[in-house]
């Protein structure tokens, strides 16, 4: 005699990602679908630029995309070279892809380097003094001694707010920002709040009652340093 089999039920999310995480815990049982399996996979995407924002004392920073705003504080060596008169001789470069989390915190590695032979004795004392240490590189067509300093961004990522005439930066191409947004198996991304920038009485941009300034560059191939691939200073 046939027993019928009982009707088919569905299980609510929670309830089968608990019962896949015990099955797991306990040798031998239920082998089979014990690898990674997440409901959201990391998304790969990127972004126009559109300027480069950065508070007198260079301890807000502002990378403006067009999609969205990455804000994060500068660490003293970012500070020191924004400040530093010899900042020309610095080239700056973002590692890979900006790390975005649920909840819209961002993480990034970039590089500042110079080579000795652009530098004088008293550059070589303030760098060094500024944390860079010596190493030997090959950056483009060049390969010498140099100094290198690697540091990380973390910040928060927002909605793109609308810049004004004049606060962009005038690429003469269009530059991209690189991002992953790490999904988790818990759920997707959390929307990105408004930006934070705001205008002071005079119409200028501020951040937490910091002015910002653009920092203005081209893109031609004499540049001297670059950030992401961005000729800020010539």
Not at 89 to 113: C, D, T, W
């Amino acid at each position: 005699m046939n027993i019928p089999s009982p009707p088919a039920t569905s299980l609510p999310a929670a309830t089968r990602r608990a019962l896949l995480a015990l099955s797991c815990a306990v040798p031998g049982l239920m082998l089979w679908g014990c690898a990674s399996t997440p409901e959201g996979e990391p998304v790969h995407g990127k972004e126009a630029m559109v300027s480069f924002l950065a508070s007198k004392d260079g301890r807000k920073l502002v990378i403006v995309g067009e999609k969205h705003h990455y804000v994060f504080d500068g660490d003293p060596s970012v500070a020191s070279m924004l400040r530093w008169e010899g900042r020309t001789k610095i080239s700056p470069a973002l590692a890979g892809e900006v790390k975005v989390a649920r909840n819209q915190s961002f993480e990034g590695q970039y590089v500042l380097m110079a080579f000795d032979a652009d530098l004088t004795p008293e550059d070589l004392v303030f760098l060094t003094q500024t944390g860079f240490a010596k190493t030997e590189v090959k950056y483009g067509e060049r390969t010498g001694p140099a100094l290198r300093y690697i540091g990380t961004a973390r910040g928060k990522r927002y909605e793109a707010g609308v810049l004004k005439e004049g606060e962009g930066v005038d690429f003469s191409r269009t530059h991209y920002l690189k991002y992953v947004e790490e999904e988790t198996a818990t759920g997707p991304a959390e929307k990105a709040a408004p930006t934070p920038l705001g205008r002071a009485a005079d119409g200028s941009l501020v951040l937490g009652g910091a002015p910002l300034a653009v920092v203005q560059g081209g893109t031609d191939y004499s540049c001297r340093a670059l950030f992401m691939d961005v000729c800020f200073f010539r």
